[in-house]
């Protein structure tokens, strides 16, 4: 197994919480970020050191070795701290930026589609550039004044209006 060091930030949806032989609490967390989810060990000396931090909806940023054990990666981790909403953003944001966004609109798409999707992409600020590929007889490349946090649920609600193989991220 990889002993990297790594660093990963997210919201924590669920706590499993274990007692060890010599009776102190440790925990099986999992967090998510905007593209997937991870499962972190926390050892009891860090539970006991900051119990605060371990509840469901709260965002943290973990630093530990990461272990893939039984093929299942995991963090062990050596540090964590309380992040808000405003440092996850900014981490989301320079992950993003310099990227670009290329949605392929459906052939004869009315203004009110276009609406539509702005509005979808609106719910989602971050750091990433948008832009349409529209096919009118020829095709144009338009860039739009949006830029959007890539992520997953982002993707699904998009893939549902336009079509999986109409997104493309470079």
Known sequence: TTQDMVIVAGIITATKKIVTKNG?????????????????VVFPKLVEQDPGIWYEQTLVQVTGKLSDKEGIPKILVEHAELLTEEKMQRA????DAGKKLWLRLPHGWSKDNVQELKSVLEKYPGGMSVYLIMQNGAERKIK???????????????????????????
């Open 24 to 40: 102190k609490p440790m925990l099986f967390v999992t967090i998510e970020d905007s593209t997937d989810s991870m499962e972190l």
């Open 92 to 95: 989301q944001r320079s992950n």
């Open 144 to 170: 739009t004044n949006l830029k959007v946090a890539h992520s997953s649920r982002l993707t699904d609600t998009l893939a549902k209006l336009i079509g999986e193989q109409s997104i493309h991220i470079d």
